[in-house]
Protein backbone atom coordinates (compact mmCIF):
# COMPACT_ATOMS: atom_id res chain seq x y z
CA UNK A 1 0.00 0.00 0.00
CA UNK A 2 1.42 3.29 -0.96
CA UNK A 3 0.22 6.31 1.22
CA UNK A 4 1.09 9.52 0.45
CA UNK A 5 0.64 13.20 2.03
CA UNK A 6 -0.72 15.94 1.22
CA UNK A 7 0.84 18.79 3.38
CA UNK A 8 -0.36 22.71 3.36
CA UNK A 9 -1.57 25.54 5.15
CA UNK A 10 -4.85 25.54 3.64
CA UNK A 11 -5.50 28.83 4.85
CA UNK A 12 -7.73 28.37 3.36
CA UNK A 13 -8.58 25.56 1.43
CA UNK A 14 -9.87 26.40 -1.99
CA UNK A 15 -10.48 24.80 -5.84
CA UNK A 16 -6.57 24.29 -6.71
CA UNK A 17 -5.77 22.48 -3.70
CA UNK A 18 -8.85 19.90 -3.98
CA UNK A 19 -7.90 19.37 -7.81
CA UNK A 20 -4.77 18.21 -6.85
CA UNK A 21 -5.79 16.29 -3.28
CA UNK A 22 -8.62 14.26 -5.98
CA UNK A 23 -6.03 13.53 -8.31
CA UNK A 24 -3.39 12.16 -5.88
CA UNK A 25 -6.34 10.11 -4.48
CA UNK A 26 -6.71 8.39 -7.84
CA UNK A 27 -2.62 7.77 -8.16
CA UNK A 28 -2.32 6.43 -4.16
CA UNK A 29 -3.86 3.66 -2.21
CA UNK A 30 -4.53 6.58 0.89
CA UNK A 31 -3.65 10.42 0.56
CA UNK A 32 -3.61 12.12 4.02
CA UNK A 33 -4.22 16.05 3.85
CA UNK A 34 -2.13 17.18 6.24
CA UNK A 35 -2.87 20.50 7.84
CA UNK A 36 -0.06 22.52 9.10
CA UNK A 37 -0.55 24.31 12.70
CA UNK A 38 2.23 26.90 12.55
CA UNK A 39 3.49 27.73 9.46
CA UNK A 40 6.04 30.86 9.12
CA UNK A 41 2.93 33.33 7.77
CA UNK A 42 0.13 35.53 9.03
CA UNK A 43 -3.12 33.00 9.22
CA UNK A 44 -6.13 33.94 8.75
CA UNK A 45 -8.18 30.94 10.33
CA UNK A 46 -7.07 28.71 13.26
CA UNK A 47 -5.67 25.29 12.69
CA UNK A 48 -8.36 23.76 14.13
CA UNK A 49 -11.02 26.02 11.86
CA UNK A 50 -8.56 24.72 8.73
CA UNK A 51 -8.61 21.21 9.79
CA UNK A 52 -12.67 21.64 10.03
CA UNK A 53 -12.63 23.30 6.72
CA UNK A 54 -11.10 20.86 5.09
CA UNK A 55 -12.31 17.61 7.09
CA UNK A 56 -15.49 18.73 5.63
CA UNK A 57 -14.81 19.17 1.61
CA UNK A 58 -13.24 15.76 1.76
CA UNK A 59 -15.95 13.76 4.37
CA UNK A 60 -17.16 11.61 1.40
CA UNK A 61 -13.67 10.51 -0.05
CA UNK A 62 -12.95 7.42 1.10
CA UNK A 63 -9.26 7.40 -0.11
CA UNK A 64 -8.80 10.91 1.84
CA UNK A 65 -8.21 11.86 5.27
CA UNK A 66 -7.57 14.86 6.98
CA UNK A 67 -5.28 15.78 9.80
CA UNK A 68 -2.86 17.72 11.20
CA UNK A 69 0.58 18.11 12.28
CA UNK A 70 3.70 20.28 13.44
CA UNK A 71 7.05 19.79 12.87
CA UNK A 72 9.01 18.28 9.96
CA UNK A 73 6.92 17.14 6.95
CA UNK A 74 9.61 14.52 6.95
CA UNK A 75 8.96 13.25 10.68
CA UNK A 76 5.66 13.91 10.08
CA UNK A 77 5.49 11.19 6.89
CA UNK A 78 7.39 8.79 8.94
CA UNK A 79 5.05 8.33 11.84
CA UNK A 80 2.42 7.80 9.68
CA UNK A 81 4.08 5.53 7.50
CA UNK A 82 3.78 7.64 4.33
CA UNK A 83 6.21 7.43 1.33
CA UNK A 84 4.90 10.10 -0.30
CA UNK A 85 4.88 13.76 -0.34
CA UNK A 86 2.18 14.94 -2.75
CA UNK A 87 3.05 19.00 -3.89
CA UNK A 88 1.38 21.01 -6.67
CA UNK A 89 2.49 22.95 -9.24
CA UNK A 90 0.97 25.90 -10.45
CA UNK A 91 3.51 28.10 -11.89
CA UNK A 92 7.26 28.45 -13.19
CA UNK A 93 8.47 30.14 -10.14
CA UNK A 94 6.65 27.52 -7.85
CA UNK A 95 8.92 24.82 -9.18
CA UNK A 96 12.34 26.58 -8.04
CA UNK A 97 10.64 26.52 -4.37
CA UNK A 98 9.47 23.41 -4.76
CA UNK A 99 13.04 21.74 -6.35
CA UNK A 100 14.37 23.27 -3.27
CA UNK A 101 12.14 22.18 -0.94
CA UNK A 102 11.74 18.02 -2.49
CA UNK A 103 16.18 18.35 -2.06
CA UNK A 104 15.66 19.42 1.43
CA UNK A 105 13.07 16.36 1.99
CA UNK A 106 14.99 14.18 0.19
CA UNK A 107 18.56 14.96 2.13
CA UNK A 108 16.50 14.14 5.52
CA UNK A 109 14.65 11.52 4.69
CA UNK A 110 15.99 9.85 1.48
CA UNK A 111 13.50 6.95 1.56
CA UNK A 112 10.58 9.58 0.78
CA UNK A 113 9.77 10.66 -2.34
CA UNK A 114 7.81 14.12 -3.69
CA UNK A 115 5.61 13.94 -6.38
CA UNK A 116 4.42 17.20 -8.33
CA UNK A 117 1.51 17.49 -9.99
CA UNK A 118 0.76 20.34 -12.11
CA UNK A 119 -2.32 22.25 -11.64
CA UNK A 120 -5.42 21.86 -13.78
CA UNK A 121 -5.26 24.86 -16.20
CA UNK A 122 -8.37 26.48 -14.64
CA UNK A 123 -6.81 26.63 -10.87
CA UNK A 124 -3.34 28.10 -12.29
CA UNK A 125 -3.74 31.57 -10.93
CA UNK A 126 -5.47 30.02 -7.55
CA UNK A 127 -3.47 30.55 -4.48
CA UNK A 128 -4.60 31.10 -0.99
CA UNK A 129 -3.48 34.82 -0.98
CA UNK A 130 -5.47 35.54 -3.86
CA UNK A 131 -8.73 34.14 -2.44
CA UNK A 132 -8.24 36.03 1.14
CA UNK A 133 -7.33 39.32 -0.52
CA UNK A 134 -10.53 39.13 -3.22
CA UNK A 135 -12.79 38.23 -0.19
CA UNK A 136 -11.21 40.73 2.47
CA UNK A 137 -12.13 43.53 -0.40
CA UNK A 138 -16.03 42.10 -0.18
CA UNK A 139 -15.11 40.64 -3.97
CA UNK A 140 -17.00 37.27 -4.75
CA UNK A 141 -14.45 34.04 -4.24
CA UNK A 142 -17.60 31.70 -4.47
CA UNK A 143 -16.33 30.69 -8.15
CA UNK A 144 -12.84 29.82 -5.91
CA UNK A 145 -13.83 27.80 -2.66
CA UNK A 146 -16.58 25.53 -1.16
CA UNK A 147 -19.96 27.17 -0.06
CA UNK A 148 -18.46 26.30 3.45
CA UNK A 149 -15.08 28.50 3.11
CA UNK A 150 -16.99 31.38 1.23
CA UNK A 151 -19.11 31.65 3.89
CA UNK A 152 -16.16 31.40 6.73
CA UNK A 153 -14.47 33.97 4.42
CA UNK A 154 -17.33 36.18 5.08
CA UNK A 155 -17.71 35.41 8.53
CA UNK A 156 -13.90 36.40 9.37
CA UNK A 157 -13.96 39.34 7.63
CA UNK A 158 -17.23 40.83 9.04
CA UNK A 159 -15.49 40.09 12.32
CA UNK A 160 -12.20 41.64 11.56
CA UNK A 161 -14.08 44.87 10.36
CA UNK A 162 -12.59 47.75 9.01
CA UNK A 163 -8.73 46.27 9.57
CA UNK A 164 -9.44 42.98 7.77
CA UNK A 165 -7.43 43.75 4.90
CA UNK A 166 -4.73 44.67 7.03
CA UNK A 167 -4.49 42.02 9.50
CA UNK A 168 -1.90 39.79 7.14
CA UNK A 169 -0.19 40.58 4.33
CA UNK A 170 -1.71 40.90 1.00
CA UNK A 171 -0.72 40.87 -2.84
CA UNK A 172 -2.30 43.86 -4.56
CA UNK A 173 -4.85 43.32 -6.55
CA UNK A 174 -6.21 46.80 -6.55
CA UNK A 175 -3.97 47.78 -9.60
Do not use: W
Not at 25 to 42: G, H, M, Q, T
Not at 154 to 160: N, P, S, T
Request: some cysteine; hydrophobic content about 40%.
Amino acid sequence: MVRAIFPGTFDPIHYGHIDIAERAAKIFDELIIAVYDRPLKNLLFSPEERLEMVSHVFKNHRKIRVAGYQGLTVDYCRSMDAQVIVRGLRVFSDFEQEFRMALANHRLAPEIDVVALITSEEHSFLTGSTVREIASLDGDVSSLVPTLVNKALKRRFKELGEDGPKAFPLTSLRD
